[in-house]
Structures are given as structure tokens and as C-alpha cells.
């Protein structure tokens, strides 16, 4: 084994990064006269999330699978509906549709986008009763969310936005998480806002807000005779979020701001450093959009990327399309008896790589990372 050719230092799409106060707030958290589920330390935590989005109605939850199973029940989708989500999306998305009993169906991205093709969900619902989309801005790139949230408000499709990587995003001038019925959120260690695990959701119309309440928390339903919250008159599970993590979220919020800053910064540094290859270009961010850098994503424009993507691994700059191999969600061996020909998912998959531009990244690293990239998609020799 040669030793010297491996990489002394990687860099990926990973940056753990907790800071004095994060530690401060969780010693805060700790109490000994509510320490559940319940504390009034998750209600803060909401209060803040609200806050932060400019909204009402915010439910934190277990983690951001959880937030998915529970947008879909709270939106009263069940055993023999049908839900669209992306080819695109990671298997996170489509595991609580299968979950529920519901049916998943992909429906393709538009041409070099991560947004839906309206065109195939039309011919999607000629053949299933699609009862809900879920989108999901992947990498934290906008999507046209205008024009699919009218689609959806047309045909009587609950829209769902799984924003997990998109946090602090901005399409048609407003904040991703906004423009769905339910929009649902991850903070797992690879999020802007991390908890280790946990999720959110934010929720548009109080009635969903009160079943998805209800799941999360046993069941608990508002009782019409005396006001109280009573247990037994419903069916629900536990899906509630540690306080120790709702403590850890808030302070997290506290920074986010600074944090997407700081990473906006990265991104521009970047976008200069690469604008001199012709063979790669960013993902489209719409005209006005802002991204908050989760990631950086660009296209090949020479084809299949897949083999330029290992060889930046092998320089240490790992592509999150090679870390978990990406690829449609229904060829994996679990969900390809839901496959339907999706050209432009396909396309899209094969010919984009990540790059990343986290706030851990120094000058240094920031070079290294460009330096990989110019010898690897600079080269014209076609050597794949
Ligand atoms: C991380 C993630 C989730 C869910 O994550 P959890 O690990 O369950 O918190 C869902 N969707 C997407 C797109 C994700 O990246």
C-alpha cells in the first residue's frame, strides 16, 4: 500500500461544529421538574423555529423521517393513496410513504432541475389518484416552488416539502418551508441546524397542526367537554424531541444566520474560483434565488461525471454522489418495483457532483478543493 498517495486531509459535506454556547445551553436544559417530551423547553423551541420562518404553526419531532410520516398522516394520507416524490430524493423521503401503507410514484424532475416535471405528474394522475407531492430542494438549491404549489392548490394535491437540506433557502423571494401545506425539516449531524438527531415541521392550517400533535404524542386529543387534553381517544405513537435537543436547537437557530453567511461567503468564493472551467457549471439557483450552502452542486457538461467524481474522492474532495452513491431512488433493490422511467432524474443524477462549502473550510482548504477540481474537469483529454 502506498501511503503516499492517500490524501491526509478529506473534505466533504460534513461539519460538526459545536461551540461553548451550544454545550451552555444543553448544561441549561437540564431540569428536574420537566424533563420529557413535554418540557416547556420544546414549546420555546418552537416559538424560535416559528420565529426565524415568519410563521405560526411549528411542531418539533424525533428526527426528520418522523416529520415526513407525520406531514403524510396529519394530511390524512393512508393504506391505498398515492404519493409522488422525486427519483432524486434520498431514501429518507420515500421509506415513511411505505411506512403508512401509502403508495410512492416518481414522478421525474424538470429538465436540469430538482423541481417536479408538471408535465409527467399530469400524466401521472391519469393513471394513480395522486393525493400528495412531496418536493425535495436537494443540496439546498431553490425550487420553482411558485408555479408547483398552484399546481397543486389546482388539483387538489397536498404538498409536501421535505426541506432537509434546505434550510435558510430562498425561491420566488421566500423562504423554502413556505409555500407547502406541511414543509419538514432534519437537524441530523449533516443539517445547517443539528441536533444529532430531530427534525420539524412547519404546518400551514391548525387542524393539520392538531393531528399531527395528536400522532406525535400518544394520541392526545383536545376534548370538547372539558378543554383538557385527554389520552385514549385516539390512536398515536411517540415522536416527541428530547428537551436536551430542543435546548441544543435553539442555540443552533441563534447562529444560523451567521452560519449561512458564512458559508454564502465560501460559495462566491468558490463560483470564482471554478468560473474559469468551461466543462462544469453550477446548478441553476433561478434568477434571485439564494442558496443557503449546504452544498455546492455543479454539472458536468461533458456527460457521465461518476468516474471524474471518484478521482476528486481519490484527491480527498468527496462528491456526495459518491459517498452514498447516488442514484434513482428506484433503482435501489427495496423500491424498484415502484419504477417508472424518469429520463431527466436519470440525466441529472449521472452528470452532477458536489462540492463542498461549509463554515469549517479554510482559505487553504478552499484552494486544495478548487486546485482538485481545475485537474480533474480542466483536463481535455477525455481520460474517464
Ligand atoms: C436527512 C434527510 C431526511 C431525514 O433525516 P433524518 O436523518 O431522519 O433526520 C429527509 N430528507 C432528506 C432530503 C434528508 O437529507
New binding site residues.
Partial sequence: MNHQQAPNKTFQNLHINFVQSDLDAVLGSFNTVSFSGKSPIIKDYEKVIAKWFGTDLALACA??????ELALRSLEVGPGDYVALPPT??I??ILPIITIGATPVFCDVATGSFSADLDHLSDLRSRYPIKALIV?P?WGYPLSMEKTAQYCKKHNIALIE?C??AIGTKADGKYLGLFGDVA?F???E??LVSTG???FCLVRDEIVYEKMLSWQHHGLVASNRDRQYRLGEAVGTNFKLSPLCAALGINQFNRLAQKIAERRERVTAMREQLADLSDIKEFDRFQSAEVNGYSMVFRYLGGSCRSKAAQLAARGVISDTTRYGYKPLYKEPAFVEYAEPCPNAEQLIETIFTVPCHEGLSTDDMSIISTAVHDIFGRKDGAE
Avoid at 428526527?63 to 415526513?68: D, E, P, Q, V
Fill in positions: 428526527n426528520g423521517t418522523i416529520a415526513i430524493a434520498p429518507m423521503t425535495v436537494m421535505d432537509a437540506h419538514t432534519s437537524t441530523h449533516r443539517k438527531e430531530g427534525g
